[in-house]
């Protein structure tokens, strides 16, 4: 089975300083169709304004990535952790039993334009946890780079959940391709630009959920930009 997620079809907040499509429920956004996708339970594509941000909140038991797409992201939290994540950056919060965190723009003068994912962990009340790393575009520029997983694969984020996040940067005309197991299911979202998937476009925010599906995932490029793609448990 293909679940099919339209960027047009996605919740939309907007604020003085914050733009933010929602893939799945979060906030004021509810539908209870889209509640998640397995382990998989928030992708929100936020676009914040020079200056803005989100002011200390809490958070518990969830696996909280940030990939940062275009401009600065300053954090700051509970546990001593603060700095400023840059474009290619990725960082990881494992929220574990609690958490206080800020996320502001690292900037006065250009908005930050970013994905927050959200991972349910494998068990909870976990002591929180902090890992940032930067993957250079060069690094999966037509092919796939691991961002987190597990075991921290190929010196990736290292998670607390049996999960494998992984990206790909796609010219036009360039190509991946990834064997889908049945016993798992994934999930495609395009971050920006645009690729072809079985003669059909998908442009940025589009995604595809895979269940029981057997064969070949491929790729192709149309528009240069980023791909993720979630394996996650069935």
């Given amino acids: 089975m293909i679940v099919e997620r339209p960027a047009a079809e996605r919740g939309d907040v907007a604020l003085d300083w914050l733009h933010s ?6 906030g004021h956004y509810y539908d209870p169709a889209w509640m998640g996708f397995g382990v998989l339970r928030v992708i929100n594509d936020d676009t914040v304004a020079p200056g ?3 002011a200390p909140h809490r958070h518990a038991n969830m696996e909280i990535i940030s990939v940062v797409l275009e401009g ?15 474009a290619g950056d990725v960082q990881w919060m494992s929220a574990g039993h609690g958490i206080e965190h800020s996320e502001y723009n690292g900037s006065n003068t250009e908005p930050v334009h970013f994905l927050q994912i959200w991972i349910q962990p494998d068990r909870l009340n976990y002591a929180p946890a902090y890992d940032q790393k930067h993957f250079s575009p060069d690094a999966r520029r037509g092919r796939w780079a691991v961002l987190a997983s597990p075991e921290g694969e190929g010196g990736s984020i290292a998670i607390r959940q049996q999960v494998k996040l992984s990206a790909a940067r796609l010219v036009e005309g360039a190509s991946v391709q990834v064997a889908l197991d ?11 630009g645009a690729v072809q998937y079985a003669g059909r476009v998908l442009h940025a925010g589009d995604a595809l959920g895979f269940v029981e599906e057997t064969g070949v995932l491929t790729l192709q490029g149309v528009a240069e930009g980023d791909v993720l793609l979630f394996d996650l448990p069935a």
């Fill in 21 to 26: 499509h929602h893939t799945f429920s979060f």
């Fill in 52 to 54: 803005g941000g989100f």
């Fill in 72 to 86: 600065t992201l300053a954090h700051q939290d509970s546990t001593g952790n603060a700095g400023v994540i840059r």
């Fill in 182 to 192: 049945p016993t798992r299911r994934y999930w495609l979202h395009v971050a920006t």
